[in-house]
């Protein structure tokens, strides 16, 4: 017990959100605790859950950044994917039993646009009995690993983009773009209907959540030799690019902290908080010309303010 609060002790208070590229095998969750280990960081979240078999962009928030996780997780995504015709699994990807062949294993060009084409725009979809969605009680993957199927509803996603990129006897290659809760191995189910087939996924990599690509990603291994986290650590407002800015005086800083609301002639709506020197405070809502806080980042700007990026885990706000 005496070693385990030791340990914690180390633990930094960081705030601020990494770009992870998730490696195939391992749950987003644990690959986001093998983060957190290595940067020592106290608190923390990933945005968008991605299946132990794909790979790529796991938006990992720490400290106050958790405070926006839902933000990413509600965000349009981007994803490679690959599917093969002519046979179908019980979980719809390549770690699953084959359930259903086919004969047909292969499609031409055109008849991939068409059926690309088909399922574009918005669309109904029936989540897959292997989901982390809950029944009762239970998660979906709970109940079909006992071989229990229950109805689930159909739910409306849209489909902003269905390109193909590759197409050979072996594999037909995809990039998917998709709203919130949409799930590319049903989609490639659907995809493998209009042609008259079964098909399964065999990879999904995700290159886009929100504002954040995978350009600025790293793996563990990459971020183990960075010797300054500002490399990485990305501010936790460039999640909230969607609202306008507003700068507050120091006296309206002050006022807001101290849990005031404020006069603030300005339209209806959420607007990011910077105060005086260009330093992020939040989010507040103006409604008839009152300005209140929605979320407020105290730890992570104390910290700013400081020019730190040290632990202040005993600190109190």
Same mark, same amino acid.
């Given at each position: 017990?005496?070693?385990?609060?030791?340990?914690?002790?180390?633990?930094?208070?960081?705030?601020?959100?990494?770009?992870?590229?998730?490696?195939?095998?391992?749950?987003?969750?644990?690959?986001?605790?093998?983060?957190?280990?290595?940067?020592?960081?106290?608190?923390?979240?990933?945005?968008?859950?991605?299946?132990?078999?794909?790979?790529?962009?796991?938006?990992?928030?720490?400290?106050?950044?958790?405070?926006?996780?839902?933000?990413?997780?509600?965000?349009?995504? $981007?994803? &490679?994917? %690959?599917?093969?015709? =002519?046979?179908?699994?019980?979980? #719809?990807?390549? /770690?699953? +039993?084959? @359930?259903?062949?086919?004969?047909?294993?292969?499609?031409?060009?055109?008849?991939?646009?068409?059926?690309?084409?088909?399922?574009?725009?918005?669309?109904?979809?029936?989540?897959?009995?292997?989901?982390?969605?809950?029944?009762?009680?239970?998660?979906?993957?709970?109940?079909?690993?006992?071989?229990?199927?229950?109805?689930?509803?159909?739910?409306?996603?849209?489909?902003?983009?269905?390109?193909?990129?590759?197409?050979?006897?072996?594999?037909?290659?995809?990039?998917?773009?998709?709203?919130?809760?949409?799930?590319?191995?049903?989609?490639?189910?659907?995809?493998?209907?209009?042609?008259?087939?079964?098909?399964?996924? $065999?990879? &999904?990599? %995700?290159?886009?959540? =929100?504002?954040?690509?995978?350009? #600025?990603?790293? /793996?563990? +291994?990459? @971020?183990?030799?960075?010797?300054?986290?500002?490399?990485?650590?990305?501010?936790?407002?460039?999640?909230?690019?969607?609202?306008?800015?507003?700068?507050?005086?120091?006296?309206?800083?002050?006022?807001?902290?101290?849990?005031?609301?404020?006069?603030?002639?300005?339209?209806?709506?959420?607007?990011?908080?910077?105060?005086?020197?260009?330093?992020?405070?939040?989010?507040?809502?103006?409604?008839?010309?009152?300005?209140?806080?929605?979320?407020?980042?105290?730890?992570?700007?104390?910290?700013?303010?400081?020019?730190?990026?040290?632990?202040?885990?005993?600190?109190?706000?």
């Amino acid at each position: 017990m005496t070693q385990k609060k030791s340990a914690k002790r180390h633990y930094k208070d960081l705030h601020g959100i990494i770009l992870l590229d998730k490696p195939k095998g391992v749950s987003s969750n644990l690959a986001l605790q093998k983060l957190r280990h290595l940067i020592k960081a106290q608190k923390a979240g990933h945005t968008g859950n991605l299946d132990p078999m794909a790979t790529g962009l796991l938006p990992c928030c720490f400290g106050d950044a958790t405070k926006v996780a839902h933000l990413l997780i509600n965000s349009d995504k $981007t994803y &490679l994917a %690959r599917c093969v015709l =002519g046979s179908q699994t019980d979980t #719809g990807d390549a /770690t699953g +039993e084959v @359930i259903k062949t086919a004969t047909k294993n292969t499609a031409t060009d055109v008849e991939i646009a068409e059926a690309c084409q088909a399922l574009t725009g918005e669309i109904e979809q029936i989540p897959p009995m292997y989901s982390a969605l809950n029944h009762q009680g239970q998660r979906l993957y709970q109940l079909a690993r006992q071989g229990i199927t229950v109805e689930r509803p159909a739910r409306k996603v849209t489909i902003y983009e269905f390109r193909p990129l590759e197409n050979n006897n072996e594999y037909i290659d995809f990039e998917i773009k998709v709203s919130k809760g949409t799930y590319i191995r049903t989609l490639l189910e659907d995809f493998a209907t209009q042609l008259g087939t079964v098909a399964h996924m $065999t990879a &999904l990599h %995700r290159i886009q959540t =929100g504002i954040f690509s995978a350009n #600025g990603m790293k /793996t563990i +291994e990459d @971020i183990a030799e960075i010797d300054d986290l500002k490399e990485v650590l990305l501010p936790m407002e460039l999640a909230l690019t969607e609202y306008p800015g507003i700068t507050l005086t120091q006296e309206q800083t002050q006022d807001l902290i101290h849990g005031k609301q404020i006069s603030y002639d300005n339209f209806d709506n959420t607007y990011v908080m910077m105060d005086d020197q260009d330093k992020f405070l939040g989010l507040g809502i103006v409604k008839n010309n009152r300005l209140r806080v929605k979320n407020i980042f105290m730890k992570s700007y104390l910290q700013s303010q400081a020019g730190t990026l040290h632990s202040t885990s005993q600190e109190k706000v």
